[in-house]
C-alpha cells in the first residue's frame, strides 16, 4: 500500500498561545512541540514534503491555536531549538514564516474536519498493536503531550478513529512520530510509491 500524505496531530495541554516567553520548556513544554515538528518533517539533508504537523495549544493566555507547519511549504529551515524558537515566536506573535500557519481552531474542530476525508489513529499505549492492523492511506496519528492525553479529548477523538499502540513501552511523542514515519516508509518502499523529495 502507498502513502501519498500523513499527518500528525499533538494535543498541548499547557503549551502557550503568545510570544512572551524565555525557554520553549518553560513556555508550558513547547519543547515538545519542537520535538515533534523535527521528527514529522526533517530527513538527513531533506524536509518530508508529504508530511504535515499540527498541534493544538492549549495554554495561556489565548487557547486554543492550532499551529500547522506544512512540509510542502517549508524553507529556509533547520532543526536546531534556536531556529525553531525564532519561528515559533514569529508564528505565535502573528507574523509570516513559509509553511507555518496559526489560527483559531479548537482540537475538536480540527480533527472533525480531518475525519471527513482522512482516516483517524490515536496513538496510546494500550491501543491495537499497529502490527496487527493495516494503516489506511493519508492517516492522521493523534498523539498526547508529556501527560498524555485528557480522557475527555481521547474520548472524542475515539468517535473518529481507532486506538492504536506501539507496544506497551511509553515513548515521547516525538519517538512515536519517528516510529511511524518509518513504519509508512518501509510500506510505501514496499508499494513503490513514495512521493518525498531530497
Ligand atoms: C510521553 S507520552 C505520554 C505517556 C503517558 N504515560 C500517558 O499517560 O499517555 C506522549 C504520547 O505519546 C504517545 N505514546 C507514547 N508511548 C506510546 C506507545 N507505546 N504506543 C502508542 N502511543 C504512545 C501517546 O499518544 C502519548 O499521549
Redesign the pocket.
Known sequence: MGFTLREFLL?SRLGKTDSHWLNMHEAGRLD?VYECIVTSLFLSHGIRRDVTFNAVLNGPPAPPLHLQVSGAQLYDVRTDIGTWEVILKKALSGRPHPGVTVNKTSFETLLKTKAETAPIY??????KN?SEIELELNPVF????????PKKVEVFALRFGEK??????????A??ITVLNYLLDNQTKASGERSGDF
Do not use: N, R
Request: charged fraction near 15%; glycine fraction near 18%.
Open positions: 494535543y515538545i490515536v496513538l496510546e499505549e494500550g491501543g499497529v493523534v498523539l498526547g503531550d508529556h501527560v498524555g492525553l492504536i499502540s506501539l507496544g506497551k513501552t511509553p515513548y515521547l511523542a519517538s512515536c
